[in-house]
Nanobody, 123 residues
Framework: QVQLVESGGGLVQAGGSLRLSCAAS????????MAWFRQAPGKEREFVAR????????YYADSVKGRFTISRDNAKNTVYLQMNSLKPEDTAVYYC????????????????WGQGTQVTVSS
């Protein structure tokens, strides 16, 4: 099992920035990727960004491309999500997750999840 702990959420005005962190521990070998998902009230959970376990490959949802950057610190087993130019529609609970697969964005293929961190963007 992999344990994931997110941090860094909060309240920010539109146009502002936040950086989320996700620290992984436990059985982290044979992991293909880590990703961020988000879920807004009344909406389904959606994919935001993915990074390969090695950190060499990234992929973004169209809605965040150019504004969000996913990265990882291998020495710390931590993944980050730098969020710039935030919009009210980015308001959601953000979750990090890991998958055996390196190239999937279907949440059902991610088997370890953090507890989530709230991001609220005011207009």
């Amino acid at each position: 099992q992999v344990q994931l702990v997110e941090s860094g959420g909060g309240l920010v005005q539109a146009g502002g920035s936040l950086r989320l962190s996700c620290a992984a521990s436990g059985r982290t070998f044979r992991r293909g990727a880590m990703a961020w998902f988000r879920q807004a009230p009344g909406k389904e959970r959606e994919f935001v960004a993915r990074i390969s376990w090695s950190g060499t490959s990234t992929y973004y949802a169209d809605s965040v491309k150019g504004r969000f950057t996913i990265s990882r610190d291998n020495a710390k087993n931590t993944v980050y999500l730098q969020m710039n130019s935030l919009k009210p529609e980015d308001t959601a609970v953000y979750y990090c997750a890991t998958s055996y697969y390196s190239d999937k964005i279907d949440s059902s293929l991610f088997d370890s999840w953090g507890q989530g961190t709230q991001v609220t963007v005011s207009s």
